[in-house]
């Protein structure tokens, strides 16, 4: 295992390299992030047909970029971790297929009759195909998802219409190949690329960021270390986790405070999920707050479709900071929950 690293450093690097220290004007590295840390999802507890999006990492409408992007299908929509929906580029497919994908030993009856409707017509939506099956819609899309897990249907997204086009995959992506590589290898590619722009993780985080089984991550990790991809290394107020071979930050000479508020589908708050879920255990969170490179707080509430609340701002700071960051942290949650379909009923406790 190798020498401590200062935890700071690792927290200042990895907000630079998620351009969340300094937003990106150019679109050219905005999706060189984007490529490091795939599938990425749209933004949690918004219109589902809506493309992805990285907050705060980009100065321009990072939203329409990928929605042209997705409309030409160098954008593909997939199910991927653990079969939730995420987005890749075209020409990673082929990789973040092959690492998630939940193959299926064999179709059962409805999913040989969903796989033969699609086949005959080349094309359908989901309603032509509860029709050409006969089977009612609430049926028929579970069939679909469960197929889509395993590469085996194309769901075709290239905007926010619902009427979504299904394909065979092998009909619409005759080049991807999902027995190139293995499993294992595509996985080692995978976390590769997110320690890369992570920095540091740990395994438990690895875990929680791809939704892999801990055992195929375990293996995957160990297989990394042999061949000298990744190295153990133990960071003091971090744990027991992973970077790069070469990877050492630069010490950094101070703290630079920042606040962001990041929703239930950014990768930063994926990658923590566990450990998230541990510490506000019981509370209804609405996104959470990554204060100077840390999870420090939540925004706390219940969600609508329509107008709805932030009922409390939890912080897990002392009493002193959190009155001196007040402003920058409120500032940061009415980025979002704003008048007049949203207030902000409190902070830490108290009336806001």
């Given amino acids: 295992m190798g020498a401590a690293i200062d935890a700071r450093a690792i927290r200042a690097e990895r907000l630079r390299r998620h351009l969340l220290t300094a937003p990106t004007s150019d679109?050219?590295?905005?999706?060189?992030?984007f490529r490091l840390i795939q599938p990425v999802a749209p933004i949690a507890m918004t219109y589902p047909g809506n493309p992805p999006q990285l907050v705060h990492r980009a100065q321009f409408d990072a939203s329409m970029a990928a929605d042209r992007l997705r409309a030409d299908r160098r954008l593909v929509k997939g199910r991927f971790r653990s079969g939730s929906v995420g987005y890749v580029l075209a020409d990673d497919l082929e990789l973040y297929a092959t690492a998630f994908r939940k193959p299926l030993k064999s179709l059962?009856?409805?999913?040989?009759?969903?796989?033969g409707a699609i086949a005959g017509a080349g094309l359908l939506t989901p309603r032509q195909i509860a029709e050409a099956t006969g089977e009612l819609n609430k049926t028929v899309m579970p069939a679909l998802h469960r197929m889509q897990t395993a590469f085996l249907v194309y769901e075709d997204q290239p905007d926010n219409d619902w009427e979504r086009g299904?394909?065979?995959?092998?009909?619409?992506?005759?080049?991807?190949?999902?027995?190139?590589?293995?499993?294992?290898?595509?996985v080692a590619e995978v976390i590769a690329r997110f320690l890369k722009a992570d920095v540091f993780a740990t395994s438990e985080q690895?875990?929680?960021?791809?939704?892999?089984?801990?055992r195929l991550v375990d293996r995957v990790m160990a297989d990394m270390e042999s061949a000298g991809r990744a190295r153990a290394v133990e960071i003091p107020d971090m744990g027991v986790g992973w970077m790069l071979p070469g990877d050492v930050p630069e010490p950094t000479d101070g703290d630079s405070p920042s606040t962001f508020m990041l929703h239930k589908s950014d990768p930063l708050v994926q990658s923590r999920a566990s450990e998230l879920k541990r510490r506000y255990a019981g509370l209804e969170v609405l996104q959470y707050l990554l204060i100077d490179g840390e999870f420090q707080g939540a925004v706390l509430g219940h969600w609508r479709i329509g107008p709805h609340d932030v009922d409390d701002i939890v912080l897990e700071l002392p009493a002193a900071e959190r009155e001196?960051?007040?402003?920058?942290?409120?500032?940061?949650v009415a980025e979002v929950y704003l008048p007049p379909n949203h207030n902000i009923l409190r902070y830490a406790g108290e009336d806001a």
């Fill in 27 to 33: 679109p050219e590295a905005y999706f060189a992030l």
């Fill in 108 to 115: 059962n009856e409805l999913q040989q009759s969903v796989r």
């Fill in 206 to 214: 690895i875990k929680d960021r791809s939704a892999l089984s801990k």
């Fill in 166 to 186: 299904w394909y065979l995959f092998e009909d619409e992506w005759p080049d991807v190949d999902l027995g190139r590589r293995t499993q294992d290898e595509a």
């Fill in 324 to 332: 001196n960051r007040r402003d920058d942290i409120l500032a940061a």
